[in-house]
Nanobody, 122 residues
């Protein structure tokens, strides 16, 4: 099992920056993929950025050039640096982990954090 805990959300003015962090804990040997999703009121949850264990990244078109995802495999953490924030970035941001290997060799997927609110004022 994996527990994901996010931190770093808050209120910021347009053009400002925030950094989100997510720490994974529990009994597991490794996590293949980690990422950040967001869900705005009345909208579906969408992928913001993802990163593999090897460091390959992918981003939603709407955040390319503004957001940077990073990962520390030794600490089981993933971060999201958000720059040049826009009001349309306002949402609850969720940390996600997929491809989790346990010490016994089992494989599981689909872990989510509780979410952290990001609000960008205009």
């Amino acid at each position: 099992q994996v527990r994901l805990v996010e931190s770093g959300g808050g209120l910021v003015q347009a053009g400002g920056s925030l950094r989100l962090s997510c720490a994974a804990s529990g009994s597991f040997s490794s996590i293949n993929d980690m990422g950040w999703y967001r869900q705005a009121p009345g909208k579906q949850r969408e992928l913001v950025a993802g990163i593999t264990r090897g460091g390959s990244t992918n981003y939603a078109d709407s955040v390319k050039g503004r957001f940077t995802i990073s990962r520390d495999n030794s600490k089981n953490t993933v971060g999201l640096q958000m720059n040049s924030l826009k009001p349309e970035d306002t949402a609850v941001y969720y940390c996600n982990a997929n491809g989790v290997w346990s010490y016994s060799g089992s494989y599981s997927t689909g872990y989510w954090g509780q979410g952290t609110q990001v609000t960008v004022s205009s």
